[in-house]
């Protein structure tokens, strides 16, 4: 199940990264999206697990800003033992006031992790071992979140850290992040809860995984899975392109074409616009043209063919990187 999931993801992404039409540019926009998205309902998640309530506005913004803080921080300087221990700190100020490991034992769920004065060295063999490329992508970063709560480094903020580093991880080889939504909960937290009770009694790894955490690499997976279809989505709906008409003697054969490319995706309920492209300058004679919607530049090639036959033009059409 699992594989047959991955061979999907990898598949779907090889064709995001090698189609000529995507832009990088909305690419980065979507992602970023995403990585908030996730970072919405990671909050949500944590607050309705601890209180059963959702938090104000003003804490909620606050929490998210401290989430943004970490996530850069990461992307800054990396994953190592050091930035580890200052994500708590980052993550949640007011519990964790050190930028460094809880000092104290704690529990969580009738689950009892590593006692401080081992901290250092779990999180040093989890970021030795996320430095390696032994395993797909999606299971490296599985075993940063599970590896993370199971450890439990902080006295607070542990799960949000934890769906971070595996949605950093992701990004560090350009997957898209794993958005478990609020209203998966429930779902979420019994096959984490199920996954660490193997990991506690040295019942399951990553490299051996027991029947449990096998079930949760997959749900984690479908989750990537599903912002890598919204990401194509999104990249469909929006890819770029630059048209230059040259040899233009009536300004109506613009307005024309404009109007047939819009038509011609209105036909099957795609969007699709075309406007003066005012960030470019045109060679006399000539009119630049922006094209931006869920069209490919086959279909724009016949229908930019034909009138440009018709109306005696010639016509330039790239796609924007």
Wanted: net charge positive; proline share 4%; glycine share 4%.
């Amino acid at each position: 199940m699992l594989d047959r999931t991955l061979s999907r993801l990898d598949h779907l992404l090889a064709r995001i990264n090698g189609h000529p039409e995507y832009s990088v540019r909305v690419r980065g926009t979507v992602i970023r999206q995403l990585v908030q998205e996730a970072s919405k309902h990671s909050l949500n998640i944590e607050l309705l697990a601890e209180t059963g309530e959702y938090a104000v506005n003003t804490e909620r913004s606050l929490i998210l800003q401290n989430l943004n803080s970490a996530w850069n921080y990461l992307d800054r300087y990396g994953i190592t033992l050091s930035t580890l221990a200052v994500l708590g700190n980052i993550i949640e100020p007011d519990n964790n006031p050190s930028p460094n490991f809880r000092r104290t034992q704690v529990a969580f769920g009738g689950f009892y992790p590593p006692v401080s004065e081992v901290i250092p060295f779990e999180i040093k063999n989890l970021v030795d071992l996320l430095s390696l490329n032994m395993v797909h992508p999606v299971q490296r970063a599985v075993e940063a979140h599970l590896e993370m709560v199971r450890i439990h480094p902080y006295l607070d903020g542990n799960g949000r850290a934890a769906r971070l580093l595996q949605n950093f991880c992701l990004q560090q080889v350009n997957y898209p992040p794993a958005i478990i939504l609020a209203s998966e909960r429930e779902l979420y937290l019994r096959l984490l809860e199920s996954t660490l009770k193997r990991r506690y009694t040295h019942q399951s790894s990553m490299g051996a995984p027991a029947l449990e955490e096998s079930l949760f690499q997959e749900f984690i997976a479908s989750k990537v899975l599903s912002s890598a279809e919204q990401l194509e989505s999104e990249l469909q709906k929006r890819r770029i392109y630059e048209l230059t008409l040259c040899s233009i003697d009536d300004p109506g054969t613009v307005r024309v074409l404009s109007r047939n490319i819009r038509n011609y995706a209105k036909a099957d309920h795609r969007g699709v616009s075309v406007v003066k492209d005012r960030e470019r300058r045109c060679q006399k004679g000539a009119v630049c043209l922006k094209v931006v919607g869920d069209i490919g530049k086959e279909e724009l090639d016949l229908i930019l063919g034909r009138k440009a036959a018709s109306h005696q033009i010639r016509y330039h059409l790239v796609s924007v990187a």
